[in-house]
């Protein structure tokens, strides 16, 4: 029956081609008066994270690069080493710790990931230096 759907998708361009990718998850951050799309990556750990928008969190400042915040409840983690953080990257923590990284820099910590800013250009100067308030919402 595979060879059909495969025998298929290739005779007739675009067939097949819903099947291949997952529908992309999408969702708002706002930071202040400025607004960021972000992609949710198609993981349980991400469709967990939908679940509890809208969420308004407090996020403190972490080593010049992130900003972070613990999440009212835990996440299933499925960690791994990515080794390049990129600006834009939304990742957990642990279990409940979501981490908003706005510079690109290489890690040996461990992250499970929730998806990415699809445009980061301005998101160091949004998040700015300090601690910040960020509103995670499905529109």
Not at 32 to 46: K, P, V, W, Y
Not at 87 to 96: R, S
Not at 106 to 126: E, F, H, I, K, M
């Amino acid at each position: 029956m595979s060879s059909l759907i495969l025998l298929f998708s290739l005779l007739v361009p675009g067939a097949g081609a819903a099947s291949a990718q997952p529908e992309e998850l999408r969702m708002w951050m706002t930071v202040g008066e400025r607004r960021f799309a972000i992609t949710l990556t198609d993981n349980a750990a991400a469709r967990a994270f939908a679940a509890q928008l809208p969420l308004t969190l407090d996020m403190s400042e972490l080593n010049g690069n992130e900003k972070h915040a613990d999440l009212p409840k835990p996440l299933p983690a499925n960690a791994s080493r990515p080794g390049t953080i990129r600006n834009g990257d939304l990742m957990l923590y642990g279990a409940d710790t979501l981490v908003v990284f706005y510079l690109t820099f290489q890690s040996s910590y461990s992250y499970t990931r929730l998806g990415r800013v699809d445009d980061p250009s301005g998101l160091p100067q949004a998040l700015g230096s300090r601690g910040v308030r960020v509103v995670f919402s499905k529109d």
